[in-house]
């Protein structure tokens, strides 16, 4: 065994007949990839940075400030500065609609390069995009440089930011900025909790909005969410002898780390985790692979995997990845304690949201034969997890947010909720819909998953996901000359 974390702790550099094959892997995936935060799991995609794509949109940056900290409270006059981008580059003031990108749980930068569907449909129909930052993410902070504790928290919340999407329209129409008059059409635009966002945006302010695209929208809260495990090991099977791969090295990790002693100490080095405890260390190791099969990239991981020969050349290629690639900030109960203000953080946030309104905590799946993370990841971790950062007894009740927003029983309008076929997160989404006005859109294709129809159209792109945002481009259209001869847009 100390042989063997010798090696491990050298990674692949030893593992010498394998060595060029991994390192074309990983210097492809990092030509892609910038290091992420846990907080970027469910929402940015910041994998993708293709240099073939050449869409640019030019994205101005601007600031609504006055913005209400809270729209619940009529004695509350409180506003805070909220930042958004323009992007005019096609607009028609006259005829042309609104596309209106939701950021998420996460710093925005504006629509990014590789993420500019949006700025196809502007091109398409003469639009406008504004992309609008979510309160407490980035430098959209109700409270300025102060921290983020649980009392300022309590101004974090769905509703709020919903109603932040209102007034921020409302602002819009009635000042006329960027030419928008009230004969403008909008339409939402959203990936993942924006993507729920989007459509619940839909479902409480039909008037302001034509139509909403929900991509991997996360329409259906769940508290222990097993399934999105259960379609990893799905979506890796289609990857010969990856599964068995990723069952063979957490097996290896879980017999370390239940030994204890050094080698599990020296284990979790390696990886620059030392700090973590065991299921806060398996939680990171089960995220590597999630957020890779997540954003594309299956096949890179699979390929990774099976070029090594045994389970120390595969632990030490997913080392090499983990240490360029993902952060581990955000891992321990310890760190999202931390209330310090920090525009390029996003954990404590994010997790304030899952513990108090969403869930979808990520555990093993419920088949042991089926998982591709330790099967001590149970709810139990995470009700743990949220007391002991937040407070005790702090744990979402899911049913609410369902009973307020319909969860999948979705009966508004005009929305298209579109869905990678190896994503994970498809179910808290909407499948299929027996509305005529609902248009449920699969994308089943290799490597396509999360927000997959948001991404930048390139001429490689798999049929299936060009018919998609054929179809999307179709659908809005209708939307758009409807509402031209309707003439119904009211402010």
């Known amino acids: 065994m100390g042989e063997e974390l010798v090696i491990l702790k050298m990674g692949i550099k030893r593992q010498v007949r394998n060595l060029f094959a991994v390192l074309i892997v990983s210097l492809l995936l990092q030509a892609s990839v910038a290091v992420i935060e846990r907080s970027d799991f469910i929402y940015q995609d910041k ?42 580059d096609y607009f028609d003031p006259s ?18 390069n590789m993420r500019s569907f949006p700025g196809v449909l502007a091109q ?50 009635q000042t006329g900025q960027e030419s928008v008059g009230i004969h403008n059409p ?66 290896y990790i ?15 080095a390696s990886f620059k985790c030392d700090f973590m405890s065991d299921l806060e260390f398996v939680g990171y190791i089960g995220d590597i692979y999630a957020i890779l099969v997540q954003y594309g990239h ?32 955000g891992y321990t109960a310890e760190s999202l304690r931390n209330t310090t203000y920090d525009p390029t953080k996003a954990s404590r946030q994010w997790t304030w949201q899952i513990c108090t309104e969403f869930g979808w905590f990520i555990t093993a799946s419920e088949y042991p034969d089926r998982r591709t993370r330790s099967g001590s990841i149970t709810i139990d971790y995470y009700r743990q997890l949220c007391s002991d950062v937040f407070g005790v007894g702090t744990y979402p009740t899911v049913s609410e947010i369902n009973l307020r927003f319909g969860g999948l029983q979705e009966r508004s309008t005009n929305i298209i909720f579109t869905n990678g076929g190896e994503d994970g ?29 948001l991404r930048t159209p390139k001429p490689t792109d798999p049929k ?25 847009i009211v402010a």
């Not at 329409?219 to 259960?230: G, K, L, P």
């Not at 879980?254 to 979790?268: F, P, S, Y």
């Not at 499948?431 to 449920?440: H, K, M």
Request: proline letters at 2%; hydrophobic letters at 40%.
């Open 124 to 173: 398409q129909y003469k639009g406008l995009v504004l992309v609008l930052e979510h309160r407490f993410y980035g430098e959209s902070q109700p409270f300025g440089t102060q921290d983020w504790s649980v009392e300022r928290l309590r101004y974090l919340s769905v509703d709020q930011a919903l109603e932040d999407l209102a007034y921020f329209i409302k602002w819009v129409k």
């Open 298 to 329: 299956r096949s890179d991981l699979c390929s990774m995997l099976s070029t090594q020969k045994d389970v120390m050349g595969k632990i030490g290629a997913l080392q090499q990845w983990s240490a360029q690639s993902l952060s581990t900030d």
């Open 254 to 268: 879980d017999d370390i780390l239940q030994q204890g002693g050094q080698n599990a100490t020296d284990l979790k």
């Open 425 to 453: 997160w498809k179910w808290a989404s909407l499948l299929e819909s027996e509305n005529r006005n609902i248009y449920v859109i699969p994308i089943n294709c290799a490597n396509c998953a999360h927000c997959v129809d």
């Open 186 to 251: 909008w339409i939402t635009v959203g990936g993942s909790y924006p993507g729920a966002v989007s459509a619940w945006f839909r479902y409480k302010y039909p008037h302001l909005t034509i139509g909403a695209l929900a991509s991997s929208a996360v329409i259906n809260a769940i508290d222990d969410f097993w399934r999105y495990d259960d379609q990893l090991y799905t979506s890796v099977l289609n990857s010969k002898g990856c599964a068995a791969d990723i069952v063979a090295v957490n097996k």
């Open 47 to 88: 994998f993708n940075t293709d240099s073939k794509v050449t869409f640019k949109l030019k994205q101005v940056q601007k600031w609504f400030e006055s913005q209400r900290l809270d729209h619940f409270d009529v004695t509350n006059n409180t506003t805070w500065r909220q930042r958004y981008w323009v992007a005019d």
């Open 95 to 112: 005829t042309g609609p609104i596309f209106l990108y939701i950021c998420g749980e996460g710093a925005c930068s504006g629509m990014p």
């Open 464 to 488: 299936q996901l060009k018919l998609a945002q054929k179809r999307i481009l179709a659908i809005m259209g209708n939307w758009i000359r409807d509402a031209k001869l309707n003439k119904s």
